[in-house]
């Protein structure tokens, strides 16, 4: 467990682990004073993007208002059930699961399609069953909902047509 403890405390991962929890306090007050409008986001070790058809001062609003959030200390924010890792997390489970579900099936197409019935349902339980994964792994290893001396330095606009990408750029 140490070696995921030095992975996960090394700085550049650790900053990465900091945006991603604000990345996701943001997205959800976002989602409180916007509802019906869709947002994502996408963090990184210099801060996060924020996806969504809002203005530069509602993201300032939101980013401001989840760092003094996670400050005060509610980590709840920082983790998220739209989060990619919850998907990654199933996906990578099921994923393997159907490769050893096939294994031994042949080379025909139709011993394949033989075989599909079963790794439906091997991949079905797979993905009931590994549900709490993605959350426990947002909890224990993608995000870090204290923030530390994490700030906001600066938010960019990027319009692309109707698709609108905030860049906010953090720094220690």
Known sequence: MSNINQIIDYRPVS????????EHASLH??????????F????????????GNVSTQD?????????TRLQSGERNLAYHPNCGTNYAASGAVAGVTAWIGMLGSGKS???????LPLVI????GVLMLTRPLGPFLQRAVTTNPVPGVLRIVEIRRH????FVLHRVITEE
Do not use: W, Y
Not at 40 to 51: E, M, Q, T, V, W
């Open 15 to 22: 900053r990465v682990r900091r945006n991603h929890a604000m």
């Open 29 to 38: 007050i976002l989602a409180t004073k916007n509802p019906g409008l869709r």
């Open 40 to 51: 994502a986001g996408l963090s990184d070790s210099k801060g996060f993007r924020i996806i």
């Open 59 to 67: 993201i300032q609003q939101a980013v401001d208002e989840a760092l």
């Open 109 to 115: 197409l139709r011993a394949k399609v033989n075989r």
């Open 121 to 124: 349902l091997l991949v079905t």
């Open 159 to 162: 319009d692309f047509g109707n």
